[in-house]
């Protein structure tokens, strides 16, 4: 149905807004995951899942985007 893979383009990430003290310690499991693996396991995912139907066609690219938000942060908001 389709071409092929040429290119994955990773771009996710997830922010929670608030200060230190202002945001919650007690997160459900589910939401500690999603936080923490959005930036890292995803890449690697997609690289994983990608590279071998990339190859199928002789080759591609891989594109990891992140936001400044991912090394910093706006006054008021925990990094």
């Known amino acids: 149905m389709f071409g092929g893979l040429d290119?994955?383009?990773?771009?996710?990430?997830?922010?929670?807004?608030?200060?230190?003290?202002?945001?919650?310690?007690d997160l459900d499991t589910r939401n500690q995951c999603?936080?923490?693996?959005?930036g890292s396991m995803y890449m690697y995912l997609m690289a994983h899942l990608g590279i071998p139907?990339?190859?199928?066609?002789?080759?591609?690219?891989?594109l990891d985007i992140a936001s400044v938000r991912r090394c910093a942060c706006q006054f008021g908001e925990a990094a």
């Open 7 to 25: 290119l994955v383009v990773n771009a996710a990430t997830i922010h929670r807004f608030g200060t230190v003290l202002e945001t919650e310690t």
């Open 34 to 38: 999603m936080m923490m693996n959005v």
């Open 53 to 62: 139907e990339m190859k199928k066609r002789g080759g591609g690219s891989i």
